[in-house]
């Protein structure tokens, strides 16, 4: 991973211009997740679902499906994320229940699922919605690669992917604890073919920061990012977010 002094994109002036959608060039990502039970045996990532992330080897369908069945009739969820080429790829799919609905699209990587209207009565989703692949147990499939839970209406995770032909400026992390015991929070990369690495960290206790870089970490095209934390004692709650720049190669 590389840092550029180089890029205008990320002068404020610019940022304004990307955020407004006013540059075909370029577009903005914010991407934040909570993980309520980061643990002190291993690294998690900061997702809702709990654990380490894991994305696929190979571009899929995708399985769409809620935990409660009141998510059906006017409910539909939109999935986002990255084709097999690594475009983007997005649909919109009625949803319902407890029962999979399958995407058209086939997706490689998956990094946010969002509710885009709710069953007939119902102001978000009743149940924790899911992506993902394998057998379906009680609306919830086999292996997980977004969720929303109840009435967030959409996932909360920190996994990113970078498309072809663009790099990806991380401009600004920003995380949190309430729980007294100390935490470290990485950002993990790994560009395509080789390793996740660590390319930047922060320990912190009870408390919650906010680092803006002048100097923006520079992701190249194909690459798999995410936040992941680890606690020193039992468990913590910890919530962390990115703020990206994209800009067309």
């Not at 319902?96 to 609905?101: D, P």
């Not at 990806?168 to 073919?193: D, P």
Request: charged fraction near 15%; charge should be negative; hydrophobic fraction near 40%.
């Amino acid at each position: 991973m590389t840092h550029s002094r180089n890029v205008d994109g990320t002068c404020p002036e610019n940022i304004w211009e990307i955020g407004l959608g006013h540059r075909s060039d370029a577009s903005s990502e914010f991407k934040f997740g909570v993980n309520t039970a980061v643990g002190n045996a291993s690294v998690e990532t900061i997702w809702s679902e709990g654990g380490l992330y894991a994305n696929p080897a190979a571009a899929s369908v995708i399985k769409l499906s809620s935990d409660s069945a009141t998510d059906t009739g006017d409910a539909t969820v939109r999935i986002t994320g990255l084709d097999a080429n690594y475009a983007p790829l997005t649909e919109t799919k009625a949803i319902t229940g407890q029962t999979a609905v399958t995407t058209t699209g086939v997706f490689l990587r998956v990094f946010r699922l969002e509710m885009t209207a709710a069953a007939s009565g119902q102001t978000t989703n009743v149940g924790i919605l899911y992506a993902g692949t394998g057998a379906i147990s009680t609306g919830k499939p086999a292996v997980v690669l977004c969720l929303a839970e109840i009435g967030e209406g959409q996932s909360l995770t920190t996994n990113y992917s970078v498309k072809a032909g663009a790099t990806a400026l991380i401009t600004g992390i920003n995380w949190g604890t309430v729980t007294a015991q100390n935490v470290t929070l990485s950002l993990k990369a790994r560009e395509l073919g080789s390793v996740f690495r660590t390319e930047w960290q922060m320990v912190f206790n009870a408390s919650s920061g906010t680092m803006i870089f002048a100097v923006p970490i520079m992701v190249p095209a194909k690459t798999d990012f995410e936040l992941r934390g680890i606690a020193g004692a039992a468990s913590a709650n910890v919530s962390a977010s990115m703020s990206i720049v994209l800009l067309d190669n």
